[in-house]
């Protein structure tokens, strides 16, 4: 560690590397941009112009190699997740890891063995989620009892259809809907159930962009998953909504109900005029978790300047990739799947 702070690789400034890294750059303290990698060359010089990075590379080892970083942070595509975390681990760096960890169990299962080959080292998966506030919050009721034994979790992700041909180009890279968007969902479920996932029945369709379903993948989808001790979870995604970005999650227990985010509003503001009362919503995941980003990145940072471990641990980016995956399975094979 120098003394002016981390010095992090960041690996990936594509949509959502962008914002990373201009977190990382100019509002995470204890942090410095000292190299980037993307395979995209306008994004190296964006970080140049935008970031003042002069140590840019093509190619992730190239980076790695060079010498000189404390941390890997990887917001490259999930495909290359797991490859880059273990080269990154097996440098002694400290990880950060978009989700999903990996897209197969498999290498899921290298990366925890590379994990925990360096106690030492900081390994963060990002479950930006667990970074909101509200679903912080919702944590916090559930472990202080507010709600009784928590047993179902329904929890949504949907994205705005202006998004969609995105998506489609996305697919092949990022595992699909489910490793992609529910992995999410799963991952909160495992959270405030507190249990292990059993078994999966998952479906979906091409209900609005006949595209996904060429590539193998669906536009809509709806799972049921049953835990350990019989709890439940639905979980359910879209890339055709047109109100905004929804995510919302609701948690039911033996004395209540907790939910989150029900209506996914920009601000307080509710207009009433002729055609009734309405709320305008957010318009992606960024401007719905912008804050959680940026905590979630700091928190990794004090995780390492501090000496503690995170608390998601590579073992949970195994578990809710092992559940995206069994969705994938039962979706593409129309039977529900057991995990072993
Ligand atoms: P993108 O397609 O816009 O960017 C991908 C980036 O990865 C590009 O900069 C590309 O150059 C880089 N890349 C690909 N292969 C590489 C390699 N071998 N070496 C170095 N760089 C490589 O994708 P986007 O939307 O920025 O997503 C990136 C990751 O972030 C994905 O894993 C995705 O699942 C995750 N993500 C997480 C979200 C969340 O809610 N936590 C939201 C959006 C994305």
Redesign the pocket.
Known sequence: MRDSGLNIGI???????KRHARNLAFKVSGAKIAAA????PE?LEWARKELGVERLYSD?DAMLDSGGLDAAFL????S??ASQAIKALGCGLHVFT???MGVSLAECLEVERASSARPDRVFLV?F?RRFDPSYARAKELIDGGAIGEPFLVRSQTADLDEYAPFQVA?VPS?GGIFL?MNV?DVDLARWFLGAEAESVHAMGGSFVHGEFESVGDADNTVAIIRFAGGKMAVVSASRTAFHGHDTHTEITGSKGIIKIGMTPASSRVELFDSLGARVECVKD?YER?SDAFLAEAQEFVDCVLQGRRPSISAQDGTKATEVGYALTKSFREKRPIDLA
């Open positions: 690996s990936g400034l594509g949509r959502l590397g990698c993307s395979i995209v994004e992730y917001v490259s595509s999930s290359v997740h978009e989700k999903p990002g930006v996305f990022s992609d999410h995941f978790f």
